[in-house]
């Protein structure tokens, strides 16, 4: 199946989006769904188009993939996660993972792939959870 990476970016004024992988997919939004509906909306007009303009990537079956930078993520999940648990989590300096939350500073990309693979870990852990 085809993925779509589309980027969620948070900037002064709420959020946007883009396809890395695909060109002529957007969104904005005051919120995360905002965006994402915002893109759905844009890839329906998009497969709205004469069939010889319609990317390939949207023609069939394909998959969505949210990639969020690391302000972003901090910001949407902020109140489910905390900086405390996140640093618990990856063992980044909470001190650290303020300054990513705010935009003060940017992650490495060893300190980012830090983060997604205790996000990752967690989803597994609670995926194996029966109640």
């Known amino acids: 199946m085809k993925k779509i990476?589309?980027?969620?970016?948070?900037?002064?004024?709420?959020?946007g989006a883009y396809a890395e992988n695909l060109k002529k997919v957007y969104g904005m939004g005051d919120t995360v769904a905002d965006v994402k509906k915002s893109v759905?909306?844009?890839?329906?007009?998009?497969?709205?188009?004469?069939?010889?303009?319609?990317?390939a990537a949207l023609k069939g079956e394909y998959e969505i993939v949210w990639?969020?930078?690391v302000e972003s993520l901090l910001e949407y999940y902020k109140g489910i996660?905390?900086?405390t648990g996140i640093a618990r989590l990856t063992g980044i300096n909470e001190k650290q993972l303020n300054h990513y939350a705010s935009g003060l500073?940017?992650?490495?990309?060893a300190q980012v792939k830090k983060i997604e693979n205790a996000l990752h870990?967690?989803?597994s852990d609670l995926l194996a959870i029966e109640l």
């Open 121 to 123: 870990k967690l989803g």
């Open 5 to 15: 990476r589309v980027v969620i970016e948070r900037g002064k004024d709420g959020y």
């Open 40 to 55: 759905f909306e844009c890839i329906d007009i998009v497969k709205s188009f004469d069939e010889k303009n319609i990317p």
């Open 67 to 69: 990639k969020f930078d």
């Open 105 to 109: 500073k940017k992650p490495r990309p």
């Open 81 to 83: 996660f905390n900086q």
